[in-house]
């Protein structure tokens, strides 16, 4: 099956600098990769996707990236704020018929600095 | 809409008592799915059904079980509970499959 691994576990940033977590995935049949933001106590939320014909998706201060030939794809958060501070999970995906399976990475903490 | 709910928000257990997680959705979505975490694992795919009457296993099934008669619920039963499903569990759901999945509020649960 698919096997996604995430990095850094843990991401310290002064407010308003950058932030990057990277993923890398095991099979070059996932098509779709999902980026998910879940505050302490809180659901997993949606906050952006990228499908494989595409090398490059934004929105506002959130991008996310992805090389198919390398097999990873990163999240960048520019521009930094406290209500940044969560953990961000990646996730990949093949979907094909009967195989509909996200498979989740290990999760990033990310804790803006004042 | 109330979007994707589960009850309970908090279950603790003995070793061997049986249960049933619910979840439910009111968005008629097809794709359900439900997740445990587990500290510095992220989240894995125990069950998931792409439609009433239709489901699959995912990474980490065994132990538990599912079905789907309705499109709006997808329950997850634990046979026997053991220590080792103390857990957050989450259910979620989407419209169609790869697509954005809306997540319920989670149930923690202790298996002593």
Sequence with gaps: GENVEQHPSTLSVQEGDSAVIKCTYSDSASNYFPWYKQELGKRPQLIIDIRSNVGEKKDQRIAVTLNKTAKHFSLHITETQPEDSAVYFCAASISNFGNEKLTFGTGTRLTIIP | ?112
């Design chain 2, 1 to 112: 809409n109330a979007g994707v709910t589960q009850t309970p928000k908090f279950q603790v257990l003995k070793t061997g008592q049986s249960m049933t997680l619910q979840c439910a959705q009111d968005m008629n979505h097809e794709y359900m799915s439900w997740y445990r975490q587990d500290p510095g694992m992220g989240l894995r795919l125990i069950h998931y059904s792409v439609g009433a009457g239709i489901t699959d296993q995912g990474e980490v099934p065994n132990g538990y079980n599912v079905s789907r008669s309705t499109t709006e619920d997808f329950p997850l039963r634990l046979l026997s509970a053991a220590p080792s499903q103390t857990s957050v569990y989450f259910c979620a759901s989407s419209s169609e499959y790869p697509d954005t999945q809306y997540f319920g509020p989670g149930t923690r649960l202790t298996v002593l």
